[in-house]
């Protein structure tokens, strides 16, 4: 975990950060999830990376086997959600499965304002990736008055 907190200078310190938390919520869900299970509960982890562009943030997600129509998407200036279902579709008792079933959910903070009507989602192969355009902040101008 601490490899996860070393500065790098191709990555943003807040991505590292978020990363390392991500890393103790899942240590501490798996070890709640075992003892203490909670229906209806999120407990699918959704694999996520965020690169940063020029003028934009690519947000990639790793959702394998569902439908785009079974994936919600949210975006706002600054955080992006993404929530679904896994459902194996059967109704039937089973005496063994190692399907994956349940709901997940991410709320991704972003390092920067976006534009959130500007962002496009794809979804191809299970991997999930949207392109958000970089909301361009305007420097501290000096603007003259007149009277």
Do not use: Q, W
Request: hydrophobic share 40%.
């Amino acid at each position: 975990m601490t490899a996860l907190l070393l500065r790098d200078k191709n990555i943003n310190n807040n991505i590292k950060i978020l990363s390392a938390l991500d890393h103790l919520d899942e240590i501490i869900g798996r070890f709640f999830e075992n003892n203490y299970a909670v229906e209806n509960e999120c407990r699918l982890r959704v694999p996520i990376g965020l690169a940063e562009k020029d003028n934009i943030f690519i947000l990639k997600a790793v959702i394998p086997g569902l439908r785009k129509e079974d994936i919600d998407i949210e975006v706002s200036a600054d955080k992006v959600t993404i929530s679904g279902e896994y459902s194996n579709g059967s109704e039937e008792d089973t005496s063994y499965s190692e399907f994956v079933e349940g709901k997940f959910f991410r709320a991704i903070d972003l390092p920067g304002k976006i534009i959130p009507n500007e962002a496009i989602a794809e979804y191809k192969d299970g991997i999930l990736e949207i392109t958000l355009p970089k909301l361009e902040e305007e420097e501290n101008k000096l603007v003259k008055l007149s009277l």
